[in-house]
């Protein structure tokens, strides 16, 4: 693990996810730790309309986070149109829109961290995990950049930017749990992991409550919000109780070098 932080503010955390859900799954015990230290955090969602279903939902999940309000983007998901409708699918928008619209957040929140999927798209390749990781990651170095887009507010460059992700090693049981569902399994080699984040107490209770907070998924049999409800909670906690990071970009942003994911 990295050294621990050094007293003083804890760094503020933006979470770049392309559904309601990836979150609460790939990073809610990060984002429940750094807010219950006093940071500020919040979440951008790329896919579904504020006037979905799954919009009330994201918000009860971000709620149980301390997350904030939910900052949706509004395109529609890859695999379901009508969840933005007169929107283009994620995968199908400009880059450059999607990049600037995910600056305009950068700028309005100030973190100093940002999180977002990998690039292989979190496990199963989903197209718009992959989309969001490549827009977040562009947006991530034009935020700081004085003349990308003026008008969503001054630059900021976030300190350090990380992908939530699976070593090898870590998705024994996972990868079982997908694979029962025809769900294809993509993991890294355990070296690519610079951020382990262990949960346990309250983080953890958390997280489960904001998993659960998404309750269309829940009730779904091959979702994994809906597997992991049909587990016995030792099963579902081992599961869950671990998140995985690789810290893929630095900037120079105030306060010095970030030297910790985890508060």
Known sequence: MP???PA????SLLGVFAHPDDESLLAGGVLAQHAASGAATA???ATWSADSHRAPELADALAALGAGEP???GFADARVPDSAPGRPRLCDAPIEEVVGLIVGHIRAVRPRIVVTHDAYGQLTGHPDHVRTHQATVLAFHAAGLEFFRPQTGEPWQPE??????HPHSGVGELAALLERVGKTVLSVPDEHVTATIDL???PLERKWAAILAHRSEAA????LPGILARLPARARESVIATEHFTRLGTGRGPGGRLRELAV
């Open 3 to 5: 050294p621990p932080q």
């Open 220 to 223: 779904r049999e091959r979702a």
């Open 200 to 202: 346990t107490g309250d």
């Open 71 to 73: 900052r949706l983007l």
């Open 43 to 45: 979440v951008v969602t």
């Open 8 to 11: 003083g503010p804890r760094p």
């Open 160 to 165: 350090a930017l990380y992908a939530a992700t």
